[in-house]
């Protein structure tokens, strides 16, 4: 019974091992794959296993739970030369005797064997999978119970018995199931990821033809208008001015798109916010008294970050444009800007229509616009790709009715050329040695 006991605390090791083994991985999966993880997990595995050993008296066999890791790995990944060179090598540092010959005599020829139907053993089903392991396990333990007399011991031999036949094979499993459980829901984050992002292809296909198609669609029925000769001089002039916005609305949604799906960064320089917003402000000073907009600019003084230029205008064109737009019954646009030791922010307030906290979370979401033939919906998006790309973040704060807040905050200019700085020393150390 003691034995009993000692065998399946050993084997909830191995378990609690494997957990640990998935959550590092998941943990670490930019820097870790599995299989260097799984790896690490078998070696420390048949290392448990070893201080687990059990001396049987009466014959020179130590027996414990190795058998565990060594099928896993040798069917799962064809490691059986590896770990039984392992096993071999542990086994002889606990004395050559008659188990250690043993030893090599069945790891060996097993991991020649599992290596060599490791990829068909791969090509099974799970359910089949975990059968083979776990009968394979109860042939090889049979095989070794009989070889090594442990059925004519004298002591608790059922209890010997029963750590060899049920408990290495329940081992097994467990660990085998477990293992399949994770492989199956690796692969089904990868369809769903592949799907996602096959559907967000498609819906972008969708929704920019349907987005261009609209503007030429009207182009075209006023140039039929234009054929006909009948049409007076007045409305020749109003259908041109209508096909002209119409073709620069489709301009538009290419130009969005492109913005959107090439958000790279080409250049990058200093730039002086002040210089930079006032620019933007400056602009933009047609449609924002057109809206009766008054504009406001706060800056504290001399903030630099490094940006590529002209993505950064583009950012706060459509930002700010989207508050004028916000504010049709005029209201107050005020564009500010604070700095910490490390950080700038730049902070762009409207005393518009508000969001609610649904459109917030909508925000940047491809084509979601409340403007209808107005907007394009894909202006947040290229907001967040350029931010992203500079590094940069994005909060968001609204409130219907009363207006919206964006606050962007940028790694400061002499925090970037520090890390920058700090990074080609690293470089250089490295080099050096
Ligand atoms: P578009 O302006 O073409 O509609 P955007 O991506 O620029 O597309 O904006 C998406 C939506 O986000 C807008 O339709 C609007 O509903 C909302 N929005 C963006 N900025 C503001 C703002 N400052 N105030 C209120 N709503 C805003
Ligand atoms: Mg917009």
Not at 9 to 23: H, R
Not at 116 to 141: A, D, H, M, Y
Not at 358 to 386: A, D, F, H
Request: hydrophobic share 45%; glycine share 6%.
């Amino acid at each position: 019974m003691e034995l009993t006991v000692y065998f399946f605390f050993n084997l909830s090791l191995l378990i609690v091992l494997l957990f640990s083994g998935v959550l590092l991985a998941e943990k670490s999966k930019r820097f870790w794959s599995y299989q260097p993880i799984f790896i690490i997990y078998l070696i420390i595995s048949l290392i448990l296993c070893f201080l687990f050993t059990y001396q049987l008296e009466g014959i020179n066999v130590v027996f414990d739970l190795r058998k565990v890791p060594f099928v896993i790995g040798s069917l799962y990944m064809g490691l059986g030369p590896f770990l039984a060179a392992f096993i071999m090598l542990v086994r002889g540092f606990l004395g050559i005797d008659y188990g250690f010959w043993m030893t090599v005599l069945y790891y060996g020829g097993l991991a020649i064997l599992f290596w060599r139907i490791s990829p068909w053993f791969l090509k099974c089903s799970p359910k089949q999978r975990i059968l083979f392991s776990v009968g394979v396990t109860f042939l090889f333990s049979f095989a070794q119970t009989f070889s090594f007399g442990i059925w004519h011991l004298p002591q608790s031999s059922s209890t010997v018995w029963f750590v060899f036949l049920v408990i290495q094979p329940i081992g097994v499993g467990i660990i085998s199931y477990i293992i399949e459980e994770i492989i199956m829901t690796i692969q089904l984050r990868q369809r769903t990821m592949k799907t996602k992002r096959l559907e967000a292809v498609e819906r972008m296909g969708a929704a920019i033809s349907h987005e261009i198609r609209n503007p030429l669609t009207t182009a075209i029925g006023f140039v039929q208008l234009l054929q006909n000769d009948a049409i007076s001089k007045e409305n020749h002039t109003q259908y041109l001015s209508i096909i002209k916005n119409e073709l620069k609305s489709a301009e538009r949604v290419i130009q969005d798109y492109l913005n959107f799906s090439n958000p790279e960064i080409k250049s990058m320089e200093p730039l002086l916010l002040q210089e930079e917003l006032e620019q933007v402000v400056q602009m933009l000073q047609p449609l924002a008294k057109q809206n009766s907009v008054k504009t406001v600019s706060i800056y504290s003084m001399g903030e630099k970050i490094i940006g590529d230029k002209q993505k950064f205008h583009q950012c706060f064109v459509n930002i700010m444009k989207n508050a004028i737009e916000a504010m049709p019954k005029g209201g107050i646009l005020t564009v500010e800007t604070e700095s910490t030791e490390t950080t700038v922010s730049i902070l762009v307030k409207d005393t518009g229509s508000g969001m609610t906290l649904e459109q917030v979370t909508r925000l940047g979401e491809p084509y979601y616009s409340t403007k209808g033939n107005k907007g394009t919906g894909l202006g947040i998006m290229v907001v967040y790709s350029i931010v992203r790309a500079m590094n940069g973040t994005i909060h968001v704060e609204s409130s219907i009715g009363k207006g919206t807040t964006f606050e962007f905050k940028f790694p400061s200019l002499s925090s970037t050329l520090l890390e920058a700085v700090e990074t080609k020393e690293a470089e250089k150390e490295l080099v050096m040695s």
